[in-house]
């Protein structure tokens, strides 16, 4: 098996950069030329348009992108407490764990290949889980807070060291795009005179967001304050006007467009050795960011179309190239890995292989998706046809309705709430994320749904102790009735 693999040379770079939403990159139709080196690899190879990850933020992402599990299995579903910790396999763990030796990284370890990894996360998250089946990792440190200019030194070192060898896989990491927005200051800003939308964040609509309640709106950038950090210009701490959300925006695309630039040397690079065209690329991220969708600026902190649809790009030797349009999870990665290297399978997966997509641009589309957030609210979604359904158990202080409806197709900022006028589709929805919970718990080897370890332990982390102080700061910034309602609603 892995002479035939031999033979073909096969090294797999994986680029996976933090935050990185769709819509906001040229290939996927963004107004910006913020992806122009993305781009070209996406012109290489196929593009997935409606890939999502299961759980978001961060850590969930990675842990059911890295187990093949939904969080709802695996246990890890949020930032803090029990549930940040992915669960021991217990009973049926033999010597070695086999959550960790079919894990992602380790399918191209049983492929015959050599692996490496140039990230932050483990540290950064104490999710030490993502380094196994790595032969080498490489961290600079600065647990996340690093720009890329630090990690891509390290990248280009790794490829001089292994050029003319065969058979590897490098993982590489950038958090350019995460908040604080961190694109050094001599980058400048591309962006500075060009339009930032379509048309849907009018001066009007930023009058209504500046009205909103709760973390990460435009009165709050800092989540439950309007602090700011001097070593990041490019992060205000609120945003009072049109102006100043266009500051946002290009803060953030900066970053994106910085992180590209970056990839670019990589590709450069791949290039120079001669083997760009014949390798395989692999490029995505672990979730989006909200740009005032839900009245929320700069971060992902919701189960929701701009936080959980993800990017998602493979550039494979032999394999087709387009464009994509079924529903995948980012957990499906793990099996298309596995048949396309033709390496070990396992049955505690919860992914279905794509491979086909891959090789032969065959439809191997999901009928529907549920995707969930634990860190910063309690919720599941359902995504389905045209339709996002979302049901909130915790709103994170947004105020936000136990149900809420959006035609994705026709409002991808969603900004009109549709469930009255269709009761049947919110049926629909709940169902769909009914008969997933059913048959996850059905498959768990624990009794307990992860998120009601979260409500039980005090809520989603990126909420527990900030109330009171809030509830001040909501008062003393003239919205006193965002604050009688939070007060009715959490102090019960």
């Known amino acids: 098996m892995h002479s035939e693999r031999e033979e073909k040379h096969m090294r797999i770079l994986f680029i996976d950069i933090d935050t990185l939403r769709p819509d906001h990159m040229g290939c996927y139709g963004y107004m910006r030329n913020t992806t122009p080196n993305i781009d070209s690899i996406a012109e290489d190879g196929i593009r997935f348009d409606n890939y999502y990850c299961s759980d978001a933020p961060c850590l969930p992402s990675r842990a059911a992108l890295v187990s093949g599990m939904f969080g709802i299995r695996n246990g890890a579903v949020g930032h803090g407490g029990?549930?940040?910790?992915?669960r021991l396999t217990g009973e049926p763990r033999g010597f070695r764990d086999y959550v960790d030796d079919g894990c992602l990284h380790n399918i191209f370890r049983h492929a015959g290949m050599h692996t490496a990894s140039i990230s932050t996360f483990a540290e950064r998250h104490s999710s030490w889980w993502f380094n196994a089946?790595?032969?080498?990792?490489?961290?600079?440190?600065?647990?996340?807070m690093e720009s890329g200019e630090e990690v891509l030194p390290v990248v280009l070192d790794w490829l001089d060291r292994n050029e003319g060898k065969d058979n590897w896989y490098l993982h590489i990491h950038l958090w350019d795009p995460h908040t604080p927005y961190r694109a050094p200051k001599e980058f400048g800003n591309p962006f500075e005179n060009e339009p930032f939308d379509e048309g849907w964040l009018t001066e009007d609509i930023v009058k209504k967001h500046l009205e909103?309640?709760?973390?990460?709106?435009?009165?709050?950038?800092n989540m439950f304050d309007d602090g700011t950090y001097e070593q990041y210009p490019r992060m205000p701490g609120k945003a009072e006007n049109f102006s100043e959300v266009r500051r946002v925006i290009d803060g953030y695309d900066c970053g994106v467009r910085f992180a590209d630039e970056l990839i670019g040397k990589v590709i450069a690079k791949l290039r120079e050795q001669g083997i760009y065209d014949d390798?395989?690329?692999?490029?995505?991220?672990?979730?989006?960011?909200?740009?005032g969708e839900l009245g929320i600026y700069g971060e992902h902190a919701t189960a929701d179309e701009p936080t959980c649809h993800i990017p998602f790009i493979?550039?494979?030797?032999?394999?087709?190239?387009?464009?994509?349009?079924g529903f995948h999870y980012s957990l499906d990665l793990l099996p298309t890995m596995a048949e396309l290297l033709n390496a070990k399978?396992?049955?505690?997966?919860?992914?279905?292989?794509?491979?086909?997509?891959?090789?032969?641009?065959?439809?191997?589309s999901r009928d529907s998706l549920v995707v969930s957030q634990m860190a910063h609210v309690c919720q599941r979604s359902a995504r389905f046809g045209d339709w996002l359904y979302i049901r909130t158990v915790h709103d994170g202080f947004h105020l936000f309705d136990d149900e809420m409806l959006f035609n994705i197709k026709n409002d991808p900022h969603e900004q009109f709430d549709v469930k009255e006028e269709n009761p049947l589709v919110c049926a629909q929805g709940a169902k769909i994320i009914l008969d997933w919970h059913d048959e996850m718990?059905?498959?768990?080897?624990?009794?307990?749904?992860?998120?009601?370890?979260?409500?039980?332990?005090?809520?989603?982390e990126h909420t527990r102790g900030y109330l009171d102080d809030y509830l001040k700061r909501l008062e003393a910034t003239g919205r006193s009735e965002g604050a009688e309602k939070l007060r009715k609603k959490y102090k019960k």
């Open 345 to 364: 399978k396992y049955d505690h997966w919860d992914g279905e292989s794509y491979a086909k997509a891959v090789t032969d641009g065959e439809d191997c």
């Open 314 to 325: 493979m550039k494979w030797p032999g394999g087709v190239k387009g464009v994509d349009k």
């Open 279 to 291: 390798m395989a690329i692999i490029l995505s991220s672990d979730h989006g960011e909200n740009m």
């Open 212 to 221: 909103h309640v709760g973390p990460h709106c435009l009165n709050e950038l």
């Open 133 to 144: 089946g790595f032969n080498e990792c490489y961290n600079v440190g600065k647990t996340g």
């Open 441 to 460: 718990m059905k498959k768990s080897d624990s009794e307990i749904d992860p998120m009601w370890t979260v409500m039980r332990e005090g809520g989603p």
């Open 82 to 86: 029990t549930a940040a910790d992915r």
